[in-house]
T-cell receptor, first 114, second 113 residues
């Protein structure tokens, strides 16, 4: 089945130790998104790629970076995680960047910062 | 910045009861989407409404988009424990935000057997 896969599902890191979260998709969608979701809150968009074009949200901290080496894969790099970065990180994809396009979410990676 | 206010934030009801979740904004949205999210999983799309006044039904769930496309509601009839989860509304503004979702705060629904 076509899907959005996130690895790992659970990630534990130490304060200040870089961490990379991975997302892959078999949907062949042009757009990939990264969201941060804190406990029982709405997802907050960090950035998105339309093909190779990177779009950063204005309030996304510089600590967060992303890479999309090809259509299928997208990575979220947190350079120096702080305690406030502990959250669920959701990857999503959509065929295009249109107002009726469905976003397909992965299961998320739960990040714990010690 | 366009905001979506979702209410109530928490809803705890008994099986068989009806409920309505509201999503309101002072801004116009090109479309409004409703998602359901279970613990430890990503959100799953329930419905997209596009036209002002549009009503869509999905089994026991009824979704309505306001005439002015600034608000939406989700009504569940005869709620069941399987309906338990986080319900999120999300709007797409259009223009330079074409395709970008703005989420409401979410409603945590618990249906007790």
């Amino acid at each position: 089945d076509a899907m959005v896969i996130q690895n790992p599902r659970y990630q534990v890191t130490q304060f200040g130790k870089p961490v990379t979260l991975s997302c892959s998709q078999t949907l062949n969608h042009n757009v990939m998104y990264w969201y941060q979701q804190k406990s029982s809150q709405a997802p907050k968009l960090l950035f998105h790629y339309y093909d190779k074009d990177f779009n950063n949200e204005a309030d996304t901290p510089d600590n967060f970076q992303s890479r999309r080496p090809n259509t299928s894969f997208c990575f979220l790099d947190i350079r120096s995680p702080g305690l406030g970065d502990a959250a669920m990180y959701l990857c999503a994809t959509s065929p295009r960047f249109g107002y009726t396009d469905t976003q397909y979410f992965g299961p998320g990676t739960r990040l714990t910062v010690l | 910045t366009q905001l979506l206010e979702q209410s109530p934030q928490f809803l705890s009801i008994q099986e068989g009861e009806n409920l309505t979740v509201y999503c309101n904004s002072s801004s116009v949205f090109s479309s409004l989407q409703w998602y359901r999210q279970e613990p430890g999983e990503g959100p799953v799309l329930l419905v997209t409404v596009v036209t002002g006044g549009e009503v869509k039904k999905l089994k026991r769930l009824t979704f309505q988009f306001g005439d002015a496309r600034k608000d939406s509601s989700l009504h569940i009839t005869a709620a069941q424990p399987g309906d338990t989860g986080l319900y999120l509304c999300a709007g797409v503004a259009g223009g330079t935000s074409y395709g970008k979702l703005t989420f409401g705060q979410g409603t945590i629904l618990t249906v007790h057997p």
